[in-house]
């Protein structure tokens, strides 16, 4: 994986291999951490929900651009299985935003061609959340303009452990045998297994880290950190993201 900071989005050009005519340059599936709700609150001087209700409408603003744009695939960081430590309160807040996005956002899904795609154990939420989640999922499963993956109650540690201990029940049950195990079989029993490989991955508000998200899955991807706030992150951002993955040389540890 190649590193790349920036504050303003810009990157030294090293090679675009898609062209000024695609404005995607190339990328087919993106994934996005979205940070920095509560700081952009913060800033404002506003109660930490307000952060994530703006945040909703961000989501709401980068998945209308990314359809645009014309990737194939966004994932995005929605609720890690990590966020249940935040205070009650807050959870509360964001179960509340999550039903508020299935409820108002479907209809616009199924206009527009969005399939959404949820990873993680989504089946642990609450009973109407995961009636709301199964409506959309079946409602959208024929669309084909862009796939929306949103990570829910996710880790890619417990995604691995999960794809581990299905391997491993077909190696029980004499399927298949150890030796036999390669890389393809485990990629198969993860999540994301009916989706294109992660081309890049964006993290929002200036931290550093994947926070145990599409570890994975992005053992080769290109990593873009900015000190945008997810609330302030929108179209312009998203096109400067991409035009720092088209300039990119991507050497998948070849040479």
Known sequence: MKLARSKNGSADSVQDTAGPSDPTHGARHVAIIMDGNGRWAKRKHLPRALGHKKGVEAVRNIVRAGGELGLEVMTLYAFSSENWNRPEEEVSDLMGLLRQYIQSDIEEFVENGVRL????????????????????????????????????????QDEMLRAVRNIASRVKAGEMEPEAIALDDIAAALDTADLPPLDLLIRTSGELRLSNFLLWQAAYAELYFTEALWPDFDRIELEKALQSFGHRERRFGGR
Do not use: F, P, Q, W
Request: glycine letters at 8%; aromatic letters at 4%.
């Open 117 to 156: 795609k949820v990873i993680g154990n989504y089946r642990a939420l609450a009973s109407d959340i995961v009636a709301m989640i199964d409506n959309a999922i079946e409602r959208t499963a024929g669309n084909r303009k862009m796939t929306l993956a949103v990570a829910l109650n996710y880790g890619a």
